[in-house]
């Protein structure tokens, strides 16, 4: 059963900085792709930023690009979301997620863990 755990969210300053972090398990395969998706209230859930398992395909949304970067270390099943010049938009729930198709962050699996929140003050 794969297994995801979140952490590393909290509250900052816009302009600030967060790292997020996922450890995986479970995965029966060596290759895998994971997500960062987010979720504010009253808004659609947005697929911020993915990556596969050995860091050579990566993807960022409009809203993230040139602020986020992700990346993974597959010997700690661990992937981070570098999060810099926050902005209160930012705001949100934070979920690791894996998906099927890293470019576009589309086609997520049904597994969701208890996200992590990011609040970002103005």
């Known amino acids: 059963e794969v297994h995801l755990v979140e952490s590393g969210g909290g509250l900052v300053q816009a302009g600030g900085s967060l790292r997020l972090s996922c450890v995986a398990s479970?995965?029966?395969?060596?290759?895998?792709?994971l997500g960062w998706f987010r979720q504010a209230p009253g808004k659609e859930r947005e697929g911020v930023s993915c990556?596969?398992?050995?860091?050579?395909?990566?993807y960022y949304s409009d809203s993230v690009k040139g602020r986020f970067t992700i990346s993974s270390d597959s010997a700690k099943n661990t992937v981070y979301l570098q999060m810099n010049s926050l902005k209160p938009e930012d705001t949100a729930v934070y979920y690791c997620?894996?998906?099927?198709?890293?470019?576009?962050?589309?086609?997520?699996?049904?597994?969701w863990g208890q996200g992590t929140q990011v609040t970002v003050s103005s």
């Open positions: 990556i596969d398992s050995t860091g050579g395909t990566t």
């Open positions: 997620v894996p998906v099927r198709i890293v470019v576009g962050c589309r086609a997520p699996y049904d597994y």
């Open positions: 479970g995965f029966t395969s060596d290759y895998y792709a």
